[in-house]
């Protein structure tokens, strides 16, 4: 048994993987750009691995993608490879519609030909399992309702309005062909390995260096949080038992505003880093100006998942803020290296094109 896993060494590519290696005996054959945040560190414990294959190339390479399915011949295909910072889209679109639009649509055609291919019973089991995003639908009043599956997309973002064509595309697959698609909408995700640009992950190691702690506008955009280890196991529920061209919701019930994030992060280390000279961490909190086109508020609706598949959040806010402060603290060089990669490949000029 085999699964495609394409982005995964990106931030919750990566986790995915690791899960997987750690509760299942199948191959799982990782396919990854390896642009700014894809970093093989982050997969070093799976070096010696023989049931993990690490490939490095892009998802717009269909010669390359049809090559892989057909020698291997997986039961399923994760797509996390995407473009994945709002600001990032802003200051550059381009990548953002070459990988997540064309780079999807690429990835779609190869399967398609290669589902085409297998045996009846072998087509019945195929999954195309795409992971998207909440914002895809756009921003939220204070007293509206959270996101639905049947949420009309309204992105505010050229991220957000690239994942939406990049799920329609995917939606398309399995009404024209037939192809067994299924679609995952995820809010905020947060945990070990994140790349530093993130709001989280930022926070941390803005704070231990004595660094500003930017806050957008007022502070009050909402998020709901969700810890990446829920959300594999999510990933993985709908994998198993989703039902074929249906769309879920995947949240972590933890709406926060921004501020409270800082705040709780600078708590956390002022105990966990008494020795900090920096010290109470919140005196460095400083207020900029917010970005275009700034959502408000996501919130994510869940019910869906948890009630036809079971699923729902075990770690809340509190405890896993705590865990990934602890494992910032604890694997400072990761987050050197990784940061180092980032100037080395801009240095030389290198596009990012991937997560």
């Given at each position: 048994?085999?699964?495609?896993?394409?982005?995964?060494?990106?931030?919750?590519?990566?986790?995915?993987?690791?899960?997987?290696?750690?509760?299942?005996?199948?191959?799982?054959?990782?396919?990854?750009?390896?642009?700014?945040?894809?970093?093989?560190?982050?997969?070093?414990?799976?070096?010696?691995?023989?049931?993990?294959?690490?490939?490095?190339?892009?998802?717009g390479d269909r010669a390359l993608v049809q090559q892989l399915l057909e020698q291997y011949q997986p039961r399923a295909l994760l797509n996390f490879a995407a473009e994945t910072h709002v600001d990032r889209s802003i200051d550059g679109p381009d990548a953002f519609i070459q990988t997540n639009i064309l780079g999807t649509f690429h990835l779609l055609e190869a399967t398609r030909s290669y589902w085409q291919s297998l045996q009846p019973s072998a087509q019945e089991n195929f999954r195309f399992l795409h992971i998207s995003t909440d914002e895809v639908f756009g921003t939220l009043g204070p007293d509206d309702p959270p996101f639905l599956e049947t949420t009309a997309y309204a992105p505010n973002s050229p991220y957000s309005a690239s994942k939406a064509?990049?799920?329609?595309?995917?939606?398309?697959?399995?009404?024209?062909?037939?192809?067994?698609?299924?679609?995952?909408?995820?809010?905020?995700?947060?945990?070990?390995?994140?790349?530093?640009?993130?709001?989280?992950?930022?926070?941390?190691?803005?704070?231990?260096?004595?660094?500003?702690?930017?806050?957008?506008?007022?502070?009050?955009?909402?998020?709901?949080?969700?810890?990446?280890?829920?959300?594999?196991?999510?990933?993985?529920?709908?994998?198993?038992?989703?039902?074929?061209?249906?769309?879920?919701?995947?949240?972590?019930?933890?709406?926060?505003?921004?501020?409270?994030?800082?705040?709780?992060?600078?708590?956390?280390?002022?105990?966990?880093?008494?020795?900090?000279?920096?010290?109470?961490?919140?005196?460095?909190?400083?207020?900029?100006?917010?970005?275009?086109?700034?959502?408000?508020?996501?919130?994510?609706?869940?019910?869906?998942?948890?009630?036809?598949?079971?699923?729902?959040?075990?770690?809340?806010?509190?405890?896993?803020?705590?865990?990934?402060?602890?494992?910032?603290?604890?694997?400072?060089?990761?987050?050197?290296?990784?940061?180092?990669?980032?100037?080395?490949?801009?240095?030389?000029?290198?596009?990012?094109?991937?997560?």
């Open positions: 048994m085999t699964i495609l896993v394409t982005g995964g060494a990106g931030f919750i590519g990566a986790n995915y993987v690791l899960q997987q290696r750690r509760t299942q005996d199948e191959l799982v054959l990782n396919l990854d750009k390896l642009t700014y945040a894809g970093n093989l560190a982050t997969l070093s414990t799976l070096q010696s691995d023989a049931q993990h294959i690490f490939v490095q190339g892009d998802i064509s990049s799920d329609h595309l995917v939606r398309s697959y399995f009404h024209t062909y037939n192809l067994p698609t299924l679609i995952t909408n995820c809010s905020n995700n947060y945990g070990p390995h994140q790349f530093p640009e993130k709001l989280i992950p930022l926070m941390i190691l803005n704070a231990l260096e004595g660094k500003a702690l930017p806050i957008y506008g007022d502070g009050q955009n909402i998020r709901d949080w969700l810890f990446v280890e829920d959300h594999c196991r999510a990933i993985d529920q709908v994998l198993t038992t989703g039902r074929p061209g249906e769309t879920y919701n995947i949240g972590g019930g933890a709406e926060k505003p921004n501020i409270w994030l800082v705040k709780q992060i600078c708590a956390i280390l002022d105990e966990l880093a008494p020795e900090s000279e920096f010290a109470p961490h919140s005196n460095l909190m400083t207020f900029v100006q917010d970005r275009p086109g700034h959502d408000r508020r996501y919130a994510i609706d869940f019910r869906k998942i948890n009630q036809e598949l079971g699923w729902s959040p075990q770690v809340t806010i509190e405890s896993g803020l705590r865990q990934t402060v602890q494992w910032y603290l604890a694997n400072r060089a990761w987050c050197q290296a990784v940061t180092a990669n980032q100037y080395e490949r801009q240095r030389l000029g290198l596009a990012s094109s991937e997560k």
